[in-house]
C-alpha cells in the first residue's frame, strides 16, 4: 500500500474531450489517490491545461490528444500486489517525459526493475527530505526540505539507468530520473501545500522538461470557447437554461458572446430558488447584459412532479428531467414565433466537477447525479453545448470577471440546480417547507453579508430536515422544524472543511431564525467536512 486510500469511493472519470482544446496538455492518469484532483489543478494553476483520466483509458486515446507530458498519481495499492494497477509500457514509448508521484513513482521503478516492498513504518504526513543528487527536477533547491509523505510501501533501488536524487527517514528512494529518457518519479506529493517547494518542482516539470508555455488563462478560455462555440453551432439557434448562478451565468455570458443574437435564454423560476433571485436574473441579465431572455413560471409544474418523492436521486432525476421539457416547449414556442425550426442546442454549465462526482464509465462510483449531468433524460431533443466541462469552479469565476460580470455576480456562492428541493432533507418537498427553508436561508445570508465573511465561504446554506422537535416559546409547548446550517471553506469543492464562525454570529443567526419564523424552533450547526460528508446533504 502507498497512500491513504480516499474516505470517498474513488471516482472514475468518463473519458471527456476537453471544453476548451489548448495547444498544450498534460494528461494526469488517476490510480485512485486522494489527491489525484489536485495535482490536476496545481498543473493548471501553472498555466498549462491539464486533465484527469482514468489510468485504464486505451493508449491509443492517450496518443491522440498529442500530451506534452504525462503524470501518473498516487493510488491506494500495492505495486506488487495481485489486481494492482498496472502501468502500460507504451505510455513510455510515446515520446514525452513521464512522471510518477507516490504510487506513480513505485508503479515505474517497479516495471523498469527497481525494489519496491512494504516498510516496516509507514510515513504519512511531514517528512524531512535530504537531496544527495538534485538532478534535474531537485536543482537550485535547498539540500534539506520538508515535504508531504501519504505511503506504506518505499522504494529501495531505483531501476538500471536511474539515479536516486533524494532520501528521507523512512525512504531510502524518495526522488529518481533518467533524465536520457525524460522519466521522473518522485515518493512525496508536490501537489500539496505541505510541500513547500513543490509547486516549483511541478514548474520545472512542465516548462523544462516538458518544454510547457504557461499560456493557459482566463484570457484563452474566453478567446478559445467563442471559436468553438461558433464551429459547433454555425448557424443554429441556441436556448440556455439560466439559472443565474455562476455557472449558468458564465456559460450564457459566453455563448452570447460567441454568436450574439441566435442565443435565447429560458429561465425557468422553478419555485426552488433563493428568496428574490428571480426577479435578479431577470432584471441583470435582460435589462443590463441586453442577453434575449424568456422567463417561464412554473412552480406549480415543479412541485407537481415532485409530490411524494423523497428519495435525493429520484428529486434531481425528475427535477433534471422537467427542466428540459420546459426547454423544449420554450424552444418549439421560439420556433413558432419565428417561422423557424426548433433551437437544436441547449447551453448548459456542467464543470469538471460535476462530471468528476456524477461517475461515468465501467465501474464508476457516483457520489451524485447531478442534474445537468446523471439526471437528463434519455430522449434528449438538444445537442448539448457545455463551454465549462473541463473547467473547476475558480477558473470559472476567473472567465466570468473576464467577461465583466459584476463581482456580486462572480462570487456568488454556488447553488445546486434542482434548487433548495434537495435541503428538503427525508421528506417531501412542499410550498410549506420550501417557503420556511427561503426564509431561514435568506436570514442566514443577509447576517453572513453583515459579518463580512461572504467572500470567504465557499458555501453557506440551511437545511431543512423531516424532523420536528419539541421547544418552549411563550410559555407554550411548540412543535417545529429543526434548521441546520451548514458553512464551509474550499478551494474547488472536491474537498471542504467546516467554517468556524463567531459564536455571537452564530447566536444572531439562531435568534432571528426562531423569532421570526413561526415554524422553527430548534436550530443546529453541521461540523462535518469533505470527506467524509459532501457539501450538500443530498
Partial sequence: MTELAAPEPAVEQRIVTPAATPTEEIVVLDYGGQYSQLIARRVRDCGVFSELLPHHVPLEEIARRKPRGIILSGGPASVYAEGAPPLDRGLLELGVPVMGICYGMQLLVHTLGGRVEQAEVGEFGRSDLLVSDPGVLLREMPKEQTCWMSHRDTVYEAPPGF?????????????????????????????????????????????????????WSAASIVEEQVRRIREQVGEGSVICGLSGGVDSSVAALLVHRAIGEQLTCVFVDHGLMRKDEGEQVVKTFRDTFKVPLVAVDAETRFLDKLKGVTEPEAKRKAIGAEFIRVFEEEAAKLAGASGGENARFLVQGTLYSDVIESGGGTGAATIK????????????????????????KDEVRAVGAELGLPERLVWRQPFPGPGLAIRVVGGEATKERL???????????????????????????????????VGVQGDERTYGYVVVVRAVTSDDAMTADWARLPYDLLETIASRMINELREVNRVVLDITSKPPGTIEWE
Fill in 163 to 215: 539515479k536516486a536524487l533524494a532520501s528521507s527517514s523512512s525512504s531510502p528512494v524518495a526522488a529518481v530520473e533518467d533524465a536520457e529518457r525524460q522519466i521522473y518519479g518522485i515518493q512525496f506529493h508536490p501537489e500539496v501545500v505541505h510541500t513547500p517547494y513543490g509547486q516549483e518542482i511541478l514548474t520545472r516539470f512542465l516548462t523544462e522538461v516538458c518544454g510547457c508555455e504557461p499560456t
Fill in 369 to 392: 447525479s447531478h442534474h445537468n449531468v446523471g439526471g437528463l433524460p434519455d430522449d434528449l431533443q438538444f445537442e448539448l453545448v457545455e463551454p465549462l466541462r473541463a473547467l473547476f
Fill in 435 to 469: 417557503d420556511v427553508l427561503r426564509e431561514a436561508d435568506h436570514i442566514l445570508q443577509e447576517e453572513i453579508r453583515k459579518a463580512g465573511l461572504y467572500r470567504e465561504l465557499w458555501q453557506s446554506f440551511c437545511v431543512l430536515p423531516d424532523v420536528r422537535t
